[in-house]
């Protein structure tokens, strides 16, 4: 069993920033990819960014060039760096690895 914690969300304005994060409960989850998803109220859930081992990278256009993410397998740790937000990110966040899921941190932006 593994857990993944969300933590970082938050009510920003428009334009503003916010830095999420994901600690995994076990190391062996580096060894996967992890990525981030959004689900907006009466949306379907969407892949935002995810990122491989080695650091490979893919994000949705959505978020490219305002969005980046990123990992510390040392620490068990992923991270999503928003910038320049907008209202339409308003959403839940959650984080993924190997199947598993956070629980989630909502991201409200205020325009």
């Known amino acids: 069993q593994v857990q993944l914690v969300e933590s970082g969300g938050g009510l920003v304005q428009a334009g503003g920033s916010l830095r999420l994060s994901c600690v995994a409960s076990?190391?062996?989850?580096?060894?996967?990819?992890m990525g981030w998803y959004r689900q907006a109220p009466g949306k379907e859930r969407e892949l935002v960014a995810r990122?491989?081992?080695?650091?490979?990278?893919k994000y949705a256009d959505s978020v490219k060039g305002r969005f980046t993410i990123s990992r510390d397998n040392a620490k068990n740790t992923m991270y999503l760096q928003m910038n320049n937000l907008k209202p339409e990110d308003t959403a839940v966040y959650y984080c993924?690895?190997?199947?598993?899921w956070g629980q989630g941190t909502q991201v409200t932006v205020s325009s």
């Open positions: 990122v491989t081992t080695i650091g490979y990278t």
């Open positions: 076990r190391r062996t989850i580096t060894s996967y990819a």
């Open positions: 993924t690895a190997s199947g598993y």
